[in-house]
């Protein structure tokens, strides 16, 4: 798609074309009455100019600002968002005493599919050495090919290449879920920290 165009002469071809003074496009070729010539087969871009104005030339509407039913009033699209997941715990921290399983949530407001998971995590300590093992859930469906669980800190590694999955399509209501394990044990005060998010498509 062209990023400009042309819409006229500043010195009267546009109010020209409007009132009819050019010939129809695809017409024989004849000879208007103020004496210019209109050849066949040519678009309106092409129009003869009475004088030597110049061209007015503005940049036409981006594609994303499509898909208005009215101004600020947005048709149904869809668009690529990320979804937060909250731990059951309210930390998202492992720790020795405390949290050796949690569950991260997100609930959907719109009809959401995830794509891409994200995993960041810190570990303080000799012993927080333990990979984050984990399910993913859409609903009360298992969107994986067995039950085991996966090392979402590979998967969900930020420069990770090819994992972006296609998960089940969810309506709103739905939770999506990760419940969450770690390979192997910490001891005290040893703790991992995680952060969980998706992105996925949206329906806006």
Same mark, same amino acid.
């Given at each position: 798609?062209?990023?400009? =165009?042309?819409?006229?002469?500043?010195?009267?071809?546009?109010?020209?074309?409007?009132?009819?003074?050019? %010939?129809?496009?695809?017409?024989?070729?004849?000879?208007?009455?103020?004496?210019?010539?209109? *050849?066949?087969?040519? *678009?309106?871009?092409?129009?003869?100019?009475?004088?030597?104005?110049?061209?007015?030339?503005?940049?036409?509407?981006? %594609?994303?600002?499509?898909?208005?039913?009215?101004?600020?009033?947005?048709?149904?699209?869809?668009?690529?968002?990320?979804?937060?997941?909250?731990?059951?715990?309210?930390?998202?921290? &492992?720790?020795?005493?405390?949290?050796?399983?949690?569950?991260?949530?997100?609930?959907?407001?719109?009809?959401?599919?995830?794509?891409?998971?994200?995993?960041?995590?810190?570990?303080?300590?000799?012993?927080?050495?333990?990979?984050?093992?984990?399910? &993913? &859930?859409?609903?009360?469906?298992? *969107?994986?090919?067995?039950?085991?669980?996966?090392?979402? =800190?590979?998967?969900?590694?930020?420069?990770? &290449?090819?994992?972006?999955?296609?998960?089940?399509?969810?309506?709103?209501?739905?939770?999506?879920?990760?419940?969450? *394990?770690?390979?192997?044990?910490?001891?005290?005060?040893?703790?991992?920290?995680?952060?969980?998010?998706?992105?996925?498509?949206?329906?806006?």
């Amino acid at each position: 798609m062209a990023i400009y =165009e042309v819409v006229g002469d500043v010195d009267g071809d546009v109010m020209g074309d409007v009132m009819g003074e050019y %010939e129809e496009v695809g017409a024989a070729p004849a000879r208007h009455p103020q004496g210019h010539w209109r *050849n066949a087969g040519t *678009n309106r871009a092409q129009l003869q100019r009475r004088g030597g104005g110049q061209n007015v030339v503005i940049a036409k509407r981006p %594609e994303w600002r499509d898909g208005q039913a009215a101004p600020g009033v947005m048709l149904p699209d869809e668009g690529m968002v990320p979804l937060g997941m909250e731990p059951d715990n309210g930390t998202g921290i &492992f720790t020795a005493a405390g949290a050796t399983k949690i569950t991260w949530k997100g609930q959907l407001q719109k009809p959401f599919r995830a794509e891409r998971l994200l995993v960041s995590v810190v570990r303080a300590g000799t012993t927080a050495v333990g990979r984050l093992l984990g399910q &993913f &859930f859409v609903g009360v469906d298992l *969107n994986m090919g067995a039950i085991a669980g996966v090392d979402i =800190e590979t998967i969900g590694s930020p420069t990770a &290449f090819g994992t972006r999955m296609t998960m089940l399509q969810a309506p709103p209501g739905v939770i999506i879920s990760i419940p969450t *394990n770690l390979s192997s044990g910490l001891t005290s005060p040893d703790t991992i920290f995680a952060s969980i998010m998706w992105t996925g498509r949206i329906i806006h």
